[in-house]
């Protein structure tokens, strides 16, 4: 009765998988204790409690895609599969995938100390030209270099092919399942089993149920450590594998010398300020999907100048106090790619940083460089569930040390908790601006937050107390972007009364654009048109409408800093728009549609395929990129546009893979 018991397919897959999550277990304390020079200073048996238990969460994605096919088969309703030589398949299936996943975390135990992360594809790329001989010799060295750890493998397998189940002894039949008499109740369990079983397994896979979570990525270990070395423990091999298969790795070019990189373009900020630092509040607003489309201020001379707009609240913001300009660009397209540029000065270049193993780097941002360097209290508020598009993980990477999700939203006896949720993505802007408001004012100051807005977003909904209170316009966002305007104009009445409002620097942008119906706005440059609008209630000079300069949300961080007249060495690849010269000026993204980069500088949009300048616009009198003028720019602009784009995309990509992104202090 036992023994059958254990060989219903139900039991033993649960119980296979249960030996395969006692292995990852098992392989990530042998990680620790071959790595335990690494750790040791800081580890405690609490935080490597806690850290093994975050490992979880990533290992169920890596067993789930691991085991998809013996899941299949072991659950497929089928009662003819019940005999010993479909078992010894599935065994066989089992044994070798798991084999390959567990051999594959214990080579990281002694090649981790060498890279600082678990391997990624990447890996295929580095050791792409040794050549069948090379890669022969190198594995056989570590072989046997290794050689406990080859029998350790070997071990394991052997465990796995033992307490495979259901067993398989004997011959014919394998012994029966619980439920393959009558056939009716093992058809109804098997069926059940495996509807139940297929969300079950997508949710693991993605690390999560709601539409509001993406699939975790390599990034989100940074949610649960203290430092980017400890991702390792909280990390597999085989999940580091699986999440980078289909991205490009960051190659680094080989355009030019380092030092005539650096003399063109240099990332290195070193401030020779006298001035003494100046402690204001930072607070940066990053609004989804406000592209400059929406807004009236930007574009009074648009339809005849019969164009509104959908943010009054903002457009007499920027009219009556604000500093703004005429060209400012995002450094992507998507959330994922905002936030690092916005709030680190890291942009987005071939992939975003989220989903590249250089999200595992040491990394420096607003938050690290005040709340480390001046004593700020800093903070990341988003309205989502709280590992929400990574971006709690981001945040803690980049230095902030608190962070108020929906999670906290919902503790907050003030409020109204899911009461206030709009249905799928996050808690409404309204309601959570106001508690973001609130939440500042407890914090000791001087204190530096950021808030990523929700609202305007897909299915671009508004409460029913605002049906029909905003224009709608020619694109669905349209409403909701003029009822998050409303959220920030109410949001801006509480901040008036407090203590810490006129002693604030708010810094407002978008993520990204969207709802583009004129032709400008359709154009590759048009798609990265947000506003960056920079307001200090206690400072009537920041304030005006610059038409010469050319920004891009990379240089809030390096602008936010000077502003404040900091006095550390730092790393960013933003300039000073308050102290940079319009000649000097430019901005540089990543175009996907067109699988290349473009770059803008002067009156000149430069596109650029990694190897040639493909094509080039007057986009001030053309702004519509009709006329290509590659032919006809002046030879000596076009060459120093050129240089100069390469030499911050080398010294980017070579930052990246190199771990270079902070300065020691």
């Not at 943010?311 to 920027?318: E, N, V």
């Not at 990574?390 to 980049?398: E, H, L, N």
């Amino acid at each position: 009765m036992k023994s059958s018991f254990y060989n219903h397919p139900v039991i033993a897959l649960v119980g296979n998988l249960g030996i395969v999550y006692l292995m990852f277990t098992f392989c990530r304390l042998v990680f620790l204790l071959l790595n335990w020079g690494m750790y040791a200073d800081t580890m405690t048996w609490g935080h490597a409690l806690d850290l093994f238990g975050a490992g979880l969460i990533f290992d169920t994605t890596a067993i789930l895609y691991t085991n998809a096919l013996v899941i299949l088969m072991m659950l497929f309703p089928l009662h003819w599969k019940e005999r010993k030589g479909y078992y010894k398949v599935v065994r066989w299936i089992y044994v070798i995938c798991n084999s390959v996943a567990i051999w594959a975390n214990l080579c990281d135990c002694v090649y981790f100390p060498f890279t600082g992360k678990r391997t990624t594809t990447s890996v295929f790329y580095e050791f792409s030209n040794e050549g069948v001989g090379g890669m022969t010799k190198i594995m056989g060295e570590q072989f046997i270099a290794n050689w406990y750890l080859v029998l350790l493998a070997f071990l394991l397998s052997w465990v796995l092919w033992k307490t495979f189940l259901p067993r398989v002894k004997g011959k014919g039949k394998s012994e029966k399942s619980a439920f393959t008499s009558p056939l009716l109740r093992y058809y109804i369990v098997q069926t059940v089993a495996l509807l139940v079983t297929i969300p079950l397994t997508v949710a693991g896979m993605r690390g999560g149920f709601t539409a509001a979570v993406r699939p975790i990525t390599i990034s989100n270990a940074n949610q649960f450590v203290d430092r980017p070395a400890e991702t390792g423990i909280v990390l597999n091999t085989p999940f580091s594998i699986y999440r980078t298969l289909s991205k490009k790795p960051l190659i680094t070019p080989d355009y030019m010398s380092e030092e005539e990189a650096l003399a063109l373009y240099s990332p290195i900020h070193t401030p020779a300020d006298s001035v003494a630092f100046t402690p204001k509040n930072v607070v940066v607003f990053i609004l989804e999907s406000f592209g400059k489309q929406h807004f009236g201020y930007y574009n009074k001379t648009l339809r005849n100048g019969t164009y509104k707009g959908y943010t009054p609240f903002l457009d007499s913001l920027i009219a009556n106090g604000a500093m703004t300009w005429q060209y400012s660009y995002a450094n992507g397209r998507r959330s994922i790619e905002g936030m690092p540029s916005v709030l680190s000065s890291l942009p987005n270049y071939v992939e975003p940083l989220f989903l590249t193993p250089a999200s595992l780097n040491h990394m420096s941002g607003l938050a690290r460089e005040l709340g480390e360097q001046k004593g700020y209290t800093t903070a990341f508020f988003h309205g989502a569930q709280n590992n929400s598009m990574g971006f709690q993980a981001f945040a803690r990477a980049t230095g902030f040390k608190n962070y108020y999700g929906r999670t906290e939203y919902n503790e907050d006896p003030n409020f109204h908790g899911d009461d206030d949720f709009d249905g799928t993505w996050a808690i409404w802007d309204e309601e959570f601006l106001q508690f973001y408001a609130q939440q500042m004012t407890k914090m000791q100051q001087p204190f530096m937050t950021a808030v990523f807005t929700a609202s305007s977003h897909t299915p671009c909904v508004v409460p029913e107390r605002y049906k029909g209170k905003f224009p709608k316009g020619e694109d669905d966002v349209m409403e909701c972007v003029a009822y998050s305007d409303n959220a920030l104009r109410l949001f801006f009445e509480t901040a008036k009364k407090q203590p810490w409002f006129k002693n604030t620097l708010f810094v407002i942008t978008a993520d990204h654009t969207s709802g583009a119906t004129d032709p400008f706005y359709r154009t590759t440059l048009g798609n990265y048109c947000v506003p960056i609008i920079l307001y200090a209630p206690g400072d009537k000079a920041l304030r005006g409408y610059d038409t010469q300069h050319i920004v891009e949300q990379t240089d809030i961080m390096p602008t936010v800093l000077s502003y404040l007249h900091y006095d550390k060495p730092y790393l960013a690849f933003g300039k000073d728009m308050l102290n940079t010269s319009a000649e000097e000026s430019h901005a540089l993204h990543w175009v996907a549609s067109s699988n290349g980069y473009e770059f803008v500088k002067g009156p000149y949009a430069l596109e650029f395929d990694g190897k040639q300048v493909t094509s080039a616009f007057h986009y001030r009198t053309d702004s519509t990129f009709t006329h290509n003028i590659l032919k006809s720019i002046p030879a000596d602009t076009l060459d120093q546009m050129t240089r100069q784009m390469k030499s911050i995309i080398q010294q980017y990509m070579q930052r990246m893979n190199n771990d270079q992104l902070v300065i020691k202090k």
